[in-house]
């Protein structure tokens, strides 16, 4: 069975402290790893697609990364505004479906 | 820009009713979801759709229906609603190209 699992569940970091959320899986044909940004009370936001290892993706001050196990979103120098849920998810199978994992609620503070 | 709509942010309804939570999208994807999202529970897929007319079963589908009748709109219905359906009802989209899915921004849901 498909499993993503993200850690740590929570992380609270002083603005400009840099840090990294880890999301690894375990899957047999990987067709797409996801990183999302959620909003309390809102919907997940899309940030980023990953396909291959070795495959990096850059957004401001986000860098998502891929090996053959995990993936890693790097968040360098954060502000408050960062504070967010962010979601992981992979794409397996013939039919597409998402796997998420539970989320890594991240708190900056000023 | 991808734009998912759901027709209510915040609903209210009594355990027995009927509910109907309607989502839309503007970006011509032939694909659609429906996901429950619950603390520590993460999101689950309800029901998904490839096409109109078309729908399949996602991880837990009972207690849910669904009706696809345009390629740019997805129903939910619960046919009679239970507090256990209380939850936040998230809906998305993508194409028939991409697996990247779009979210709109939720109806949460309370079941008195």
């Known amino acids: 069975e498909d499993q993503v699992t993200q850690s740590p569940e929570a992380l609270r970091l002083q603005e400009g402290e840099s840090s990294s959320l880890n999301c690894s899986y375990t899957v047999s044909g990987l067709r797409g790893l996801f990183w999302y940004r959620q909003d309390p009370g809102k919907g997940p936001e899309f940030l980023f697609t990953?396909?291959?290892a070795g495959e990096e993706k850059e957004k401001e001050r986000l860098k998502a990364t891929l090996t053959k196990k995990e993936s890693f979103l790097h968040i360098t120098a954060p502000k408050p505004e960062d504070s967010a849920t962010y979601l992981c998810?992979?794409?397996?199978?013939?039919?597409?479906?998402?796997?998420f994992g539970k989320g890594i609620t991240l708190s900056v503070r000023p | 820009d991808v734009k998912v709509t759901q027709s209510s942010r915040y609903l209210v309804k009594r355990t027995g009713e009927k509910v109907f939570l309607e989502c839309v999208q503007d970006m011509d994807h032939e694909n659609m979801f429906w996901y429950r999202q619950d603390p520590g529970l993460g999101l689950r897929l309800i029901y998904f759709?490839?096409?109109?007319?078309?729908?399949e079963k996602g991880d837990i589908p009972e207690g849910y229906s669904v009706s696809r009748e345009k390629k740019e709109r997805f129903s939910l219905i619960l046919e009679s609603a239970s507090t256990n359906q209380t939850s936040m009802y998230l809906c998305?989209?993508?194409?028939?190209?991409?697996?990247?899915?779009?979210f709109g921004p939720g109806t949460r849901l309370t079941v008195t």
């Open positions: 998305a989209s993508r194409s028939g190209v991409d697996y990247e899915q779009y």
């Open positions: 759709s490839y096409d109109v007319k078309m729908k």
């Open positions: 998810a992979i794409v397996t199978g013939a039919n597409s479906k998402l796997t």
């Open positions: 990953l396909y291959s």
